[in-house]
Every structure is written in C-alpha cells, then in structure tokens.
C-alpha cells in the first residue's frame, strides 16, 4: 500500500492506493485559515500535523497497517514555516495567497541577476518576498530561525525527522538556481540567511528516510515505511493526472486555477509572466496561475448566495447561453498572479443590465475563471509551447458545464481521467516510485492513469468566446489604476 497526502489550503486529503494503483480510500480533514485583513492569510502547521496524523490513523485498517511501504506528499506551495533552535514554529505560516509582500517583491524584482538566477520574478506568493518581510518587520523572529520549510515539507519533517525540501517546491520559493536544481546562493546572500536553514534538495521520487519509530508505533505501522518527498501541489497533481510529457497541459480548478505545461529542458518566459519551474520527473514545467478559480465560484454560491447546492447552481449556468449575454466576471479576488502580477487587483462584474440575473451572474463566474486561465495558455502559445490535449483535475473538475465551458473558451477537447484525486493520486505514485514499485514515474502513469471521458468544445460557443475574450482582455488595463485608488 501507498499513501498519498495531499496538504491543501482548507484540508488535507490522504489516499490510500494499493501497488496496482487501485484507489482503495481517501479521507479528509479540514483546518481554519484566519485572514488578518482582505489579504494577508496565515495557518498555524500545528493544525496540518494534527489533521495529518488524525487523517493517517482513519485510512489504515487493521490488515492495511502492515502492508504499507510508502508515504507522499502533495503540498500548497510557497508557504513559509520557520523554526527556532528547539524544532518549535515560531510563528503562522504565512500562506500562497497572502499579498503583503508588494514591496518586498520590487526589491528583489530590482536585482539585475535575479531572472538569470531564478528563472522567476518575484511574486507576492513567493517565499523569498515572505523572508524578507519577516527581516523587516519581525526582527525578533528573523534571528531565532534555525528552519526554514514549506507546508508539506513540515509534515514530512515531523514524520521521519529530516529536513528536506523538493526540486518543484524549492522552484516556488525563488531561492533554487532552476536550471541547475541547487540553492541560489546569490539570493540566499541577499537574504541575510544561513543555507543550513534551508531543507536539502531532493527529487520528488526520492526517498529522504523511514518513519520515525515513536510514530510507526502509534501508528501501528511498519518501521520501514518509506518516506518520500514528494512536490508541490501543482507538480504533483500533473503526476496524478499523467501529465507528464510535452503536449499533455494539465488543468487544475482548485481553489486557484493552474495550467501546466511539462518541458523535457529548461525554458523561461522571457517576460517571466509564466513560472519556469522543476517539475516531479526529474523535467521542467511552465505553469500560469490565477488565485481565485474554484474559490471564486465557492465565493458566489456560499458566501454571497448562503448556499451549498452546487448542483442547482450549475443548473442555472447551464440555463444561459455563451457569454452570459454580455456579462463579464473578473475573478481577482484576493488580488491576481498570471499574467498581471498585481495585489491590487479586486473581482469586478461588468457588463450588468435589467437583463441580468443571478443566473447570469452564475455562469459569468464561471466564464471568467475560464477567460482569465486562457491568458495563461494563450502565454505558452507565445512561447511555441503546443497543446496536444488538456487533462482536468480539482474540484471544478466535477462540473459538466464548466467542463465545456473550458473546451469553448480553450477551443480544445478536456479530457477527464479515472480519479479526479489528482495531487493525493500523484504523491501516493511517487511514494510507490520512491519505493521501487515502479521504475519510473512515467512507467507508473503509464500503468495507472487511464483517460475515461472527453468534452469537445462546440463550434457555436467557440466563436461566441473568441469574440467576447478579445473583449475581456481589455476590461483590466482599463481598470488597473482604479484598482490601485480602491
């Protein structure tokens, strides 16, 4: 057996899959995020741990306990946890989506070498800005840090004692040299860090050490259950939908919206609109990222419609026809990253009239997270990256209409595979790859990713949002500065 966790923003899901790549159980526990104003966002990895552990203990059956081989990890990427002397957290995670680093990230922004280093520049999300906020503002806690982690890397830390970090989450923290796969230690230097703080660098299928005896004994579990270190979640979750090969772009509608394009070499977008980043087979990826995709379809259905009947609402989207008959959603909720790279950035309709309803209002979210990640795929085009078919994963996989709502707006098929577990799916792959079930990780999606169901785009809606994203790639530059005044 192999367990795949996947630590996300709001829960951790763990599944359990047997050496066949069956899915035998999933389970998930759910945490607090406190949001200290509209934008900072910060969880404490105590809750991670507990929610973790508590999450290992309901999955395994009694029969499963000694059959299990392997544990990996799928993570929210960026995150910055720190540590002091005695292995204690010192303060909140400070998470993906919080945007108070705005100034932090023109600083670095303004080093000449720091593209040519990192591949990167610096966004709000990253963790480099994260540290430097910390330098600046929290003195105290910048000299008592001996660790620095990310989310998923904490959880493996607790489980087997080694501080380690991955080739993909290392990319996100705008402190690994990409090309090279190693530490910067250029960006280090200006970070006034020691590297010793920093994980040692693994692959994503490398096994980084056994699981620590006191907890194989709560856990009932083997002593030799391998400890892998897995990715970050977007890398992973392209594990877990087999995305792993040129042409194959994997689409991932969680709370934040991803495409992902795997690379066999090292490439950059010369503007750095889209991150260039190592990828969980040893590769590269290109990937664009909105922060607002699936949250901001849960934003409108629970938070402004008291609701949880996700079903009803995709009936009223599927009610109305292409383009919301001119109404446009701009899903900037807590700010944007691709290809804007802009905190300010808020959620705006345009386009109302008499002729609106919520159901209009529904579809056009739905619309406009479609809208907002072609600006990222019209970006790899750019780029002479190709497209040979999308596979969907996350929880706006689920969604029939938002489904062909992507292939109109993409005008390409969106392809649906046997698990919509993609990032759990992908960590339990690279746990039976770390553990020799497999010889590769493209040998084990090869065996375990099958391809169930296709949604073709239709060419009536294809023209209908040709027309009408012309339109809205026009609505954010008009509004950047009053963004900036709001």
């Not at 066949?20 to 998930?28: A, D, N």
């Not at 932090?104 to 520049?121: A, I, R």
């Not at 693994?202 to 980084?208: K, N």
């Not at 995709?293 to 996700?310: C, L, P, T």
Request: hydrophobic letters at 35%; proline letters at 2%; aromatic letters at 8%.
């Amino acid at each position: 057996m192999y367990l795949g966790i996947d630590l996300g923003t709001s829960s951790v899901k763990l599944l359990l899959m047997d050496k066949k790549g069956i899915v035998k159980k999933t389970v998930s526990k759910d945490y607090p995020i406190t949001y200290l104003n509209d934008n900072w966002a910060e969880q404490n990895p105590e809750d991670w741990w507990n929610a973790t552990f508590e999450g290992i203990k309901n999955i395994l059956k009694d029969e499963q306990r000694d059959s299990l081989n392997g544990i990996s990890f799928s993570g929210q990427m960026h995150g910055l946890v720190i540590l002091d002397e005695n292995d204690e957290v010192i303060r909140p995670a400070i998470l993906w989506c919080d945007q108070r680093t705005e100034e932090e990230c023109k600083e670095l922004n303004s080093l000449e070498w720091l593209y040519d280093v990192t591949g990167n520049q610096a966004l709000t999300g990253f963790t480099a800005p994260k540290i430097l906020w910390i330098k600046k503002n929290e003195p105290n806690n910048f000299k008592k840090i001996k660790k620095i982690m990310l989310p998923k890397d904490y959880i493996a830390y607790k489980l087997s004692g080694v501080h380690g970090i991955d080739v993909s989450d290392a990319s996100g923290t705008l402190m690994l040299n990409v090309e090279k796969r190693e530490w910067s230690k250029e960006i280090i230097e200006f970070l006034d860090i020691d590297e010793k703080c920093l994980g040692k660098v693994f692959e994503s299928y490398e096994v980084i050490g056994k699981i620590k005896e006191s907890l194989a004994n709560q856990l009932e579990v083997s002593k030799e259950v391998n400890i892998v270190i897995g990715g970050g979640d977007q890398a992973v979750g392209a594990v877990g939908v087999g995305a792993i090969k040129e042409g194959i772009i994997s689409l991932a509608l969680g709370t934040s919206g991803v495409i992902f394009s795997p690379s066999e070499r090292y490439l950059r977008d010369e503007d750095c609109r889209l991150h260039s980043f190592c990828d969980s087979t040893g590769k590269y990826h290109q990937m664009g990222v909105i922060l607002s995709a699936s949250g901001a379809f849960k934003w409108w259905v629970e938070e402004v419609n008291s609701s949880k009947d996700y079903i009803e609402f995709n009936k009223m989207a599927d009610e109305i026809k292409a383009g919301s008959e001119g109404l446009y959603f701009l899903p900037y909720l807590i700010g944007e990253r691709t290809p804007h790279n802009d905190a300010s950035a808020k959620g705006s309709f345009i386009g109302l009239s008499l002729n609106h309803g919520k159901n209009h209002m529904t579809r056009s979210v739905m619309e406009g997270v479609a809208y907002a990640l072609r600006d990222s795929f019209e970006l790899l085009k750019e780029m002479g990256i190709g497209c040979e078919k999308i596979r969907v994963s996350g929880g706006g996989a689920k969604s029939q209409v938002w489904k062909q709502i992507f292939a109109d707006v993409l005008n390409k098929d969106i392809i649906t595979i046997n698990t919509s577990e993609g990032p759990a799916l992908g960590a339990a792959i690279l746990a039976s790859v770390g553990s020799g079930e497999y010889k590769s990780v493209e040998e084990a999606c090869q065996k375990i990713i099958k391809e169930v169901e296709v949604t073709k785009p239709l060419l009536e809606n294809v023209k209908i949002y040709e027309k009408n994203y012309g339109i809205f790639k026009e609505i954010y530059p008009a509004l950047k500065n009053i963004y900036k005044k709001l």
